[in-house]
């Protein structure tokens, strides 16, 4: 599997766990990937998530793949439930890539799981953003990260007052919305 020839691509990745993830992937090369997460072989990311060559069970390119949901097989994928699931700093991340189509599958993603989205919801920012030494627990990397409220509200009005894309910033418009109706009552 030659995984630099999928570099820039959206793909549709199988993991050795059986897990479906879609999106653009960037190709890491063995002496990156050593030095920035100390495993010793090639890595596609996938923002947020590195999946390293022995991960890879299968890679099946969809750049010719044109439906109801351009290269994608469904309107968000595995990828932006993930994010969702483990909280702020990986919707952020996503956020970050500055991918609109990826941003975009997101915000659906946030809005048709709002009711879990809220009640999950902490208000303010993270405690580390303000410089308290809180301790996160790590026993279990699976378990839901925090949504802190005031964080979710700061990524949304970004997006809405600097993304170029219409249908990115009427997404992140409604969810702003939903959140301040959620929280006012």
Request: proline share 3%; with cysteine; aromatic share 8%.
């Amino acid at each position: 599997m030659n995984l630099k020839s999928f570099d820039d691509k959206c793909v549709r990745i199988t993991t050795s766990s059986g897990e479906v993830y879609e999106g653009v992937v960037s190709y890491c090369g063995e002496e990156y990937v050593f030095h920035e997460y100390g495993q010793n072989e090639e890595a596609l990311v996938l923002v947020p998530i590195l999946f390293c060559k022995s991960e890879i069970t299968n890679i099946v390119s969809l750049e010719e793949t044109n439906g109801p949901f351009g290269h994608f097989s469904d309107r968000y994928g595995l990828l932006e439930k993930k994010c969702l699931e483990w909280g702020t700093d990986l919707i952020e991340e996503l956020f970050d890539s500055e991918d609109d189509i990826q941003i975009r599958r997101m915000l659906t993603c946030m809005n048709d799981n709002f009711p879990s989205l809220a009640d999950r919801a902490i208000r303010g920012m993270a405690p580390w953003r303000s410089g308290s030494n809180t301790q996160i627990s790590e026993d279990n990397e699976n378990e839901q990260g925090p949504v802190y409220l005031g964080e979710l509200e700061k990524m949304l009005a970004s997006l809405v007052k600097h993304n170029g894309n219409d249908d990115v910033v009427k997404e992140a418009k409604v969810l702003l919305e939903r959140l301040a109706e959620h929280f006012s009552r």
